[in-house]
């Protein structure tokens, strides 16, 4: 499939309506009866809540989110590289409210699975008929000696944007010109696999305006990573000698008060460190008992993302054990095969054809966007990709097709966040 023919295809999904997903209300369904907890209120959990609730305005669905305020992740390298501030990447929940979800800002501390209930920190118990969670990643402390949650208040990770983001963004701020960056990349399965090289992009693009003489060095035991080809052609046009890749290069050992970053190979002195850790299913997931202890993440049955260890309990977004790239628009995708599954199995119908669709934007430079692009088919219930689709923007592209694909990125943003929040 050509580019151009993927996006056309992107963009017929995109416009689906709730017929198409099997998300469409019926009159007197059984479903409007039914009680639905969806626990995290990210690009997943949001999406969940607000499908369920716009096919079936009767069911009583409730989302259950730590945080009032939601930041983003997907564009927080936009904050860390001076572009943007804290307000481009938060959000409410007030709409979600009006269109009748019941929103409690509270913890989740038990789940149980036989009972089906929700207990939450204020001491309240919930009752579900089915459970959607969207809980996102943990990071395995200790995998790095001398890195644990102490440590990244001086060696920031950044990966869940918040207050690290801001953390983050003031030290390269703060750093003197002629310093050095270093980024230290986790191993796969990850969350946003481009992340840490377009935050490589940015924050030279920052340095490139403010501290000409300084570096980055991206330390990263992987020997290759996502849009590799278009990220090094990116920083050659851009950044020559400003960022250093060493792959294959496993950091072993951190030393906060010092910055200072041991590798298998050699000793890195830095003025700044993002150490971004190995990552596994969120603490959600663990407490639901939806998690394969072997590998950190949840299995699914990939026709309705229901959990394969726990029955009516459906795992969606990062957490997932899934050939998708960990990413927003991937949860956004999964949340509405999970809704229609939810839906199909209340009414008593048959589930709907899956369509998984995940698009990934990167910025080289405010004005220099690439983009991958995946569809994914079910095949004796495993995920795979449709053979031609997708793939990469193409290599020696004229400025301004990378211009536009700069657009597309925000233009992304812009819909699928107002998807989830109104």
């Given at each position: 499939?050509?580019?151009?023919?993927?996006?056309?295809?992107?963009?017929?999904?995109?416009?689906?309506?709730?017929?198409?997903?099997?998300?469409?209300?019926?009159?007197?369904?059984?479903?409007a009866k039914a009680?639905?907890?969806?626990?995290?209120?990210?690009?997943?959990?949001?999406?969940?809540?607000?499908?369920?609730?716009?096919?079936?305005?009767?069911?009583?669905?409730?989302?259950?989110?730590?945080?009032?305020?939601?930041?983003?992740?997907?564009?927080?390298?936009?904050?860390?590289?001076?572009?943007?501030?804290?307000?481009?990447?938060?959000?409410?929940?007030?709409?979600?409210?009006?269109?009748?979800?019941?929103?409690?800002?509270?913890?989740?501390?038990?789940?149980d699975p036989q009972?089906?209930?929700?207990?939450?920190?204020?001491?309240?118990?919930?009752?579900?008929?089915?459970?959607?969670?969207?809980?996102?990643?943990?990071?395995?402390?200790?995998?790095?000696?001398?890195?644990?949650?102490?440590?990244?208040?001086?060696?920031?990770?950044?990966?869940?944007?918040?207050?690290?983001?801001?953390?983050?963004?003031?030290?390269?701020?703060?750093?003197?010109?002629?310093?050095?960056?270093?980024?230290?990349?986790?191993?796969?399965?990850?969350?946003?696999?481009?992340?840490?090289?377009?935050?490589?992009?940015?924050?030279?693009?920052?340095?490139?305006?403010?501290?000409?003489?300084?570096?980055?060095?991206?330390?990263?035991?992987?020997?290759?990573?996502?849009?590799?080809?278009?990220?090094?052609?990116?920083?050659?046009?851009?950044?020559?000698?400003?960022?250093?890749?060493?792959?294959?290069?496993?950091?072993?050992?951190?030393?906060?008060?010092?910055?200072?970053?041991?590798?298998?190979?050699?000793?890195?002195?830095?003025?700044?460190?993002?150490?971004?850790?190995?990552?596994?299913?969120?603490?959600?997931?663990?407490?639901?008992?939806?998690?394969?202890?072997?590998?950190?993440?949840?299995?699914?049955?990939?026709?309705?993302?229901?959990s394969r260890l726990?029955?009516?309990?459906?795992?969606?977004?990062?957490?997932?054990?899934?050939?998708?790239?960990?990413?927003?628009?991937?949860?956004?995708?999964?949340?509405?095969?999970?809704?229609?599954?939810?839906?199909?199995?209340?009414?008593?119908?048959?589930?709907?054809?899956?369509?998984?669709?995940?698009?990934?934007?990167?910025?080289?430079?405010?004005?220099?966007?690439?983009?991958?692009?995946?569809?994914?088919?079910?095949?004796?219930?495993?995920?795979?990709?449709?053979?031609?689709?997708?793939?990469?923007?193409?290599?020696?592209?004229?400025?301004?097709?990378?211009?536009?694909?700069?657009?597309?990125?925000?233009?992304?943003?812009?819909?699928?966040?107002?998807?989830?929040?109104?």
């Amino acid at each position: 499939m050509t580019i151009a023919n993927r996006r056309d295809f992107l963009r017929l999904l995109g416009s689906a309506s709730l017929v198409a997903w099997g998300i469409a209300p019926r009159r007197a369904s059984a479903a409007a009866k039914a009680k639905v907890i969806v626990i995290g209120g990210g690009y997943g959990g949001a999406i969940a809540a607000r499908y369920l609730k716009m096919g079936e305005p009767e069911m009583e669905v409730t989302l259950i989110e730590r945080n009032k305020r939601y930041v983003s992740c997907p564009m927080s390298n936009e904050v860390v590289g001076g572009e943007a501030s804290m307000d481009f990447l938060t959000f409410g929940y007030d709409k979600l409210e009006r269109q009748g979800i019941k929103v409690i800002f509270d913890t989740v501390e038990a789940i149980d699975p036989q009972a089906r209930t929700v207990r939450i920190k204020s001491g309240k118990t919930l009752n579900y008929d089915s459970c959607v969670l969207s809980p996102g990643v943990d990071f395995e402390w200790g995998d790095i000696e001398g890195y644990d949650e102490a440590a990244a208040q001086i060696m920031p990770h950044a990966w869940k944007a918040g207050p690290q983001t801001v953390l983050l963004a003031k030290q390269i701020q703060d750093m003197k010109d002629g310093g050095t960056f270093i980024i230290c990349a986790p191993d796969d399965p990850f969350r946003c696999p481009p992340g840490p090289y377009e935050r490589a992009s940015l924050v030279a693009h920052y340095f490139k305006r403010h501290k000409p003489k300084s570096k980055i060095i991206i330390l990263d035991n992987k020997t290759k990573f996502s849009k590799e080809g278009l990220f090094k052609q990116g920083w050659k046009q851009h950044y020559e000698g400003i960022i250093t890749w060493h792959g294959g290069d496993a950091v072993k050992r951190v030393e906060p008060k010092t910055r200072k970053v041991f590798t298998e190979a050699q000793t890195y002195q830095g003025d700044v460190v993002n150490v971004i850790p190995n990552q596994l299913a969120g603490k959600i997931a663990h407490l639901a008992g939806v998690v394969d202890k072997s590998t950190g993440w949840c299995p699914v049955d990939f026709a309705t993302f229901e959990s394969r260890l726990q029955k009516n309990i459906y795992v969606i977004g990062d957490a997932t054990e899934s050939p998708m790239p960990k990413s927003g628009y991937s949860a956004n995708s999964q949340a509405k095969i999970c809704v229609s599954a939810i839906l199909a199995r209340l009414r008593n119908e048959p589930l709907t054809e899956p369509a998984l669709t995940n698009t990934c934007y990167s910025l080289i430079t405010p004005d220099h966007g690439i983009s991958v692009a995946h569809i994914f088919e079910l095949k004796n219930g495993k995920l795979s990709l449709v053979p031609g689709s997708g793939g990469v923007s193409p290599m020696d592209a004229t400025p301004e097709f990378r211009r536009l694909e700069s657009i597309y990125a925000h233009s992304w943003y812009k819909n699928i966040t107002t998807e989830m929040f109104g």
